[in-house]
């Protein structure tokens, strides 16, 4: 995943007097996420466990221990997994923490795709902290760290349920309380430069074969394995979209927003699956990912309550529907002769390593079963988390602009503009607000 590649993908996608807030939203946001990480979030989510409650419960593998990773030992340790109580890495552990940090850092940066064009700055640098600690360590631990979902085996090779359906969730809570953009700016939803889509889908699309290909931790057959079904699932996925375009949509015309929209489905699908599924796993996830985000996206939106939720980017399908799908098609698809992994609690050899099985290659609905319950531990949780932080950030410092800050966007906040020149349906500015005297 590339986080400059998401910047530009955002910058083209909002309008143009939105596109300043919105990139300095997404590097604010990873900017701080960081700062989250070292100080606390890496150990609550892949630290040792705090054991609230009796061992083996829920609770005494919940979170991990409230501790910073800024000292010498702890970033120059040999980096141990939690999951799976692996031999150490032949690396140190402050390689692991950054690499998990980026997974860290995306999630509530896709979830700002649902809340642009109406959320305060100035309430995203409060939200972003908050979230991570409450809610996605919560989730990366009890799924990657080791936790409870893990050691009953529930499985999610790189994050469709951590990253993609939690974002998807948040985006859909957080844009209900929030509220909907201006009338104005819903009615001319219009790309602001579709180049920069271009440029930044295509950014987003090489970063993610890292994204994928990096979780098994070292460069063999299983990151090879991982990166090419990820681009198989993918290019299915923009195949597929723009098939039901073509086919199926009022114009029946294939869309370059159609193909974005099949990439990401794609992606994000594979994503939970990438290393537990041969070729034609692939294949069937990014067809049916895709497939049935396209129906969801023009036929649920229509029904409430997805129709009275300004879900500016459609992050709820593309990233919580097609996580979800993804996630569930592990217990259909998972191939168990692709990798093996380390039972929590145990140390690793050849008896103790497991495979991941579907249905139709185990007859066994068990790891169908696990994923569900994975599914609404993760839909539970970020749903009740995000909503405690929202409505708390709204009824001290406040969640929106003002209806004038709303009709001018960019210059309004930040003095700034992409493109000083008006365009069509843009106000003309004053010259105070040109910057001729900062040039």
Sequence with gaps: MSIPGLAVLYGGLVRKKWIVNTMLMTFAGFSLVLVVWVLWGYNMAFGVASHFGSTGSFFANFIGHFKPLTSAFAQQSQAVSGANSLIPFHFPTATLAYFQFVFAAITPLLFLGGLVGRLKFTAWLVIVPL???????????????????????????????VIHLSAGVAAFVGAAIVGPRRWQDRENAFPSNLMFVAVGIGIVWLGWNGFNGGDPFYAGVDAASAVLNTNIATAVGLLTWLFMDMAFSKQ???????????????????TPSAGWV???????????????VWVAWNFLSKVKPFSKVDDAFGVVYTHGIAGLLGGLMVGLFADPGMIEYGVPGKVYDAAGAVSVGGVFYTHSFHQLWMQFLAALWVIFWTALGTSLIFFL????????????????????????????EPTFGEPVLTPSHTHQDNI
């Design 278 to 292: 041969n070729g034609m796993g692939a294949i069937l996830v990014g067809l049916i990912a895709s497939a049935v």
């Design 393 to 420: 950030v709204k009824y001290t410092i406040g969640l929106r602009e003002s209806d004038e800050v709303l009709a001018i966007g960019d210059v309004a906040i930040h003095e700034e503009e992409a493109f000083p």
């Design 131 to 161: 979230w991570i600690t409450v809610v996605y360590c919560v989730n990366a631990f009890l799924l990657w760290g080791g936790g409870y979902l893990a050691m009953k085996g529930a499985v999610d090779f790189s994050g469709g349920y």
């Design 252 to 270: 029946k015309k294939p869309t370059f927003l159609g193909a974005l929209n099949g990439i990401l489905c794609g992606l994000v699908a594979i």
